[in-house]
């Protein structure tokens, strides 16, 4: 295709040659910023492959390589291709790979120029406890420690002989791939694969507030609203609208679950920040209508793209008690204005106006 810009194929049991040939085609979409093929199986082979690929990926932000079996050998090409080029990387996950501390020093090393790099996980491998300590320090050494996710799950220093089984087990596979395809039709029949479907990762806020997604917001659980509000700093205006426009830009109006996820996760985030005294309610409104591209700012900020979901949400929250009277009127201005950001969604921006003029003569 060649105009690709995100791929996401998490958990589609995918082995090496099935990676290796997606390799072979991201390398042609030269403007792909995010790449998730978490939990498949790599393995050292496919890992290798992929890091060739990104080579060719100068616009690649995220890299989810996380439950992959990318094991030492494809972490130390991944890390070769991070350190050679990928000048905006943000975010890189290699989590649960089966990656020993040699190879996990090499990608901490590698992200060491990256001044746009937001998260580096590396949790869940074979560093032990000198290997943790030894990737902290790197990275602290370069001031990004604080980048680093968390090691808590650290499978601790592999046994001697778990490489060559793994060798084993791939000679194996490339000696008989169909032998390897008949056990996978088999399991039902209680075969046992030789490497077993990873256990999900626990529900993750910040994966949902960086890639926000109906199904990613209603995998949070019934406590979604308490995990969001407890990971957004309120404190902080321009924080909290960019939370609140990334938590409605999954409203689905036809779609009552998400909905109402949407605008009970919406509720306790801006009543928590709007019960605070500090909390400076016109610089959430304004932080709001420069992200939507409805004012300008004097910092660079790229507006997002305008959904009929952030004006729904944002017409529920002007009706909600807590949401300042004075403000109405502000974003009534705006809301006047013909503006190409809000063409694409003309329905939900007269529904919004018609709101704040109910409210703003009530008031």
Do not use: W
Not at 226 to 247: G, H, N, P, R, Y
């Amino acid at each position: 295709m060649g105009s690709l810009e995100e791929v996401h194929m998490p958990q589609n049991g995918i082995n090496h040659p099935g990676v290796t040939a997606l390799a072979s085609a991201m390398k042609h979409n030269s403007n792909l910023r995010i790449l998730n093929l978490n939990d498949n199986t790599f393995t050292e082979k496919g890992a290798i492959a992929m890091a060739q690929a990104l080579k060719h990926l100068r616009s690649i932000q995220v890299i989810n390589f996380g439950d992959c079996l990318v094991r030492p050998a494809g972490a130390l090409a991944i890390a070769e291709t991070v350190s050679e080029g990928l000048p905006i990387l943000k975010e890189l996950n290699l989590a649960f790979g089966e990656i020993t501390e040699e190879a996990a020093l090499a990608v901490a090393r590698s992200v060491k120029d990256k001044d746009q790099l937001e998260k580096l996980d590396l949790n869940g491998n074979y560093l032990g406890e000198d290997g943790c300590r030894a990737v902290k320090e790197s990275m602290e050494s370069v001031n990004m420690g604080a980048l680093l996710g968390s090691l808590s799950e650290d499978e601790g220093e592999p046994e001697d002989d778990e490489d060559e089984d793994d060798e084993e087990e791939e000679d194996e596979e490339d000696e008989d791939e169909e032998e390897v395809e008949e056990e996978e039709e088999e399991e039902d029949e209680g075969i046992k694969l030789s490497t077993p479907p990873s256990a999900p990762r626990p529900p993750d806020v910040s994966s949902f507030l960086s890639f926000p997604s109906p199904d990613k917001l209603i995998n949070l659980g019934a406590k979604r609203a308490a995990l969001i509000e407890q990971q957004v700093d309120v404190s902080d205006s321009s924080k909290t609208a960019e939370a609140f426009l990334k938590i409605a830009s999954v409203y689905k109006d036809e779609n009552t679950e998400v909905k109402n996820a949407v605008l009970e996760s919406i509720d306790a985030l801006l009543i928590k920040a709007f019960s605070s005294s500090s909390f400076q309610g016109y610089s959430f409104v304004s932080c709001v209508l420069v992200l939507l591209g409805l004012i300008k700012s004097e910092e660079k900020v790229k507006p997002m793209r305008v959904a009929p979901g952030h004006l729904l949400a944002l017409e529920h929250v002007v009706q909600q008690e807590y949401f300042p009277r004075e403000n109405v009127a502000v974003l009534e201005a705006f809301l006047s204005r013909n503006n190409k950001a809000l063409e694409s969604c003309v329905n939900a921006k007269n529904s919004l106006h018609t709101t704040l003029q109910r409210v703003r003569a009530e008031s």
